[in-house]
């Protein structure tokens, strides 16, 4: 059936070093695949997103990378910071007759100072 | 995003009540959601609206119930039927076309007594 894997659950890095997130997918036509942060007891917020027609997107310290052919996306930080503390879920869309997106479980990412 | 605007932040359910969540969004969005979200987990679908007075079930419906009078207001109904209701409650919206990101607010936690 659907579903959006995502690994690891949990990933502490010292400060200034980059965190990867993986992501995987089961819906050959996805074709969106937005990323959120959401700080603790705090809304779900799009951080970036990508369409399948590229390969690879970047703003700032955040990048997402992805592999149609292997049907999984990544998200990369760089230069962490503090305020990067936050649990991220990616997400994948889903060939329906509405705009479903599916979500991972996300990640819990915590930036040691 | 202070477009969307959940009420109440907390709420308490007794055994056997109705409790009705409020989400009302002035971004003029057509498409509205409703998620539920449990610890080390995703965000999972119950309702979506995708125009006024329309209204379709996700993936875990049972023991729920919304309205789409308005544009801007989609209200969920937790039912007495819902056994397992403590959760965080996440509304969000989208604007129309393929592939929009969706806003989210800024949720409702909900406990039983």
């Known amino acids: 059936g659907e579903n959006v894997e995502q690994h690891p659950s949990t990933l502490s890095v010292q400060e200034g070093d980059s965190a990867v997130i993986k992501c995987t997918y089961s819906d050959s036509a996805s074709n969106y695949f937005p990323w959120y942060k959401q700080e603790l007891g705090k809304r779900p917020q799009l951080i970036i997103d990508i369409r399948s027609n590229v390969g690879e997107k970047k703003d700032q310290r955040i990048a997402v990378t992805l592999n149609k052919t292997a049907k999984h996306f990544s998200l990369h930080i760089t230069e962490t910071q503090p305020e990067d503390s936050a649990v991220y879920f990616c997400?994948?869309?889903?060939?329906?007759?509405?705009?479903?997106?599916?979500f991972g479980p996300g990640t819990s990412l915590s930036v040691i100072p | 995003d202070g477009g969307i605007t959940q009420s109440p932040k907390y709420l308490f359910r007794k055994e056997g009540q109705n409790v009705t969540l409020s989400c009302e969004q002035n971004?003029?969005?057509?498409?509205m959601y409703w998620y539920r979200q449990d610890p080390g987990q995703g965000l999972r679908l119950i309702y979506y609206s995708q125009i006024v007075n329309d209204f379709q079930k996700g993936d875990i419906a049972e023991g729920y119930s919304v309205s789409r009078e308005k544009k801007e207001s989609f209200p969920l109904t937790v039912t007495s039927a819902q056994k397992n209701p403590t959760a965080f409650y996440l509304c969000a919206s989208s604007s129309p076309g393929t592939n929009q990101p969706q806003h989210f607010g800024d949720g409702t936690r909900l406990s039983i007594l």
């Open positions: 997400a994948a869309s889903m060939k329906t007759s509405y705009d479903k997106v599916i």
């Open positions: 971004l003029n969005h057509d498409a």
